[in-house]
């Protein structure tokens, strides 16, 4: 009897020890599945994510592109507006200068024309005379 109350003892542990490795591997199952549903949201997220992530790469690509493209032309503005001012600065001179000049040819002339009618009428030795008789002449009287 002693054998079969043993026999029977080692059978209930036996029992109880392959319930236990059930358990375990149920419940392994279970955490494996679940870990698996995990990650195939995570796996699903992140592939959502580096669509996003290339379509946003591509709109930085587009718009590095187009800023290059603006500061090139604010570039070129800015160095046309810059010529387009030196060369106003030095149109104004040359203004001035051809101004400065034709009113100086004027004056000139203008005095040279002058010139040419006093020599038709007294000569200069005989107005200095005149002007020299007339003073004294006004000095006496007073």
Known sequence: MENREAEQALRKKKYKVETEIE??????DTEMGEKQDEYEEL???HREEKVQLEELKQRYDVLV???TQIREEREINSKKRLE???ELVRMVRAAT???AMWKGYL???MLSSKKKKRGKGKSK???GKENA???KKAKGKK
């Open 23 to 28: 358990n375990w591997i149920q419940k392994y």
């Open 43 to 45: 796996d699903i997220i």
């Open 65 to 67: 592109e187009e800023f």
């Open 84 to 86: 387009d001012e030196q």
């Open 97 to 99: 200068l051809i101004q």
């Open 107 to 109: 004056v000139r002339s």
């Open 125 to 127: 030795d005989e107005k």
């Open 133 to 135: 008789k007339g003073k």
